[in-house]
């Protein structure tokens, strides 16, 4: 019994690790990937953090503001999130806004 749930994880992980790649390689949203091929997104979320396992890490860059520049209404800053995602920003945005759409984003 031990050994065919073991045989079936191990199954399910060749699987899941087949999906994320597949979707690694489309141009597609994860929520888009999931409605095409049928499959939940709390499934997707699920084992995509499952197989990343504890060695998943974040990186801290470094942002350069010209205090000196006069900001108008037409400065713009761009963030680029793992060129998946490109938002320009504007020099009255909302952090609080802000923060919502990148914590999205990291879900994705």
């Known amino acids: 019994m031990v050994f065919s749930r073991r045989i079936e994880s191990e ?3 060749k ?4 999906v994320i790649g597949d979707w ?3 141009d597609f949203s ?3 990937y999931c ?3 049928n499959l939940t997104k709390h499934q997707f979320f699920y084992w995509k953090r499952k197989l990343e396992g504890p060695s998943r890490t974040l990186s801290v860059v ?3 503001i010209n205090t000196g520049a006069d900001l108008n209404d037409h400065s713009m800053f761009t963030v680029v999130i793992s060129d998946r995602y490109k938002i320009e ?3 009255r ?3 609080v806004r802000f923060r919502q759409v990148v914590e999205v984003l990291s879900d994705l």
């Open 89 to 91: 920003i504007n020099s």
């Open 15 to 18: 699987k899941w690790k087949r």
């Open 35 to 37: 409605r095409l091929h």
């Open 11 to 13: 199954q399910k992980e």
């Open 24 to 26: 690694e390689g489309s």
């Open 62 to 64: 470094p942002l350069q």
């Open 30 to 32: 994860i929520v888009k």
């Open 93 to 95: 945005f909302d952090p």
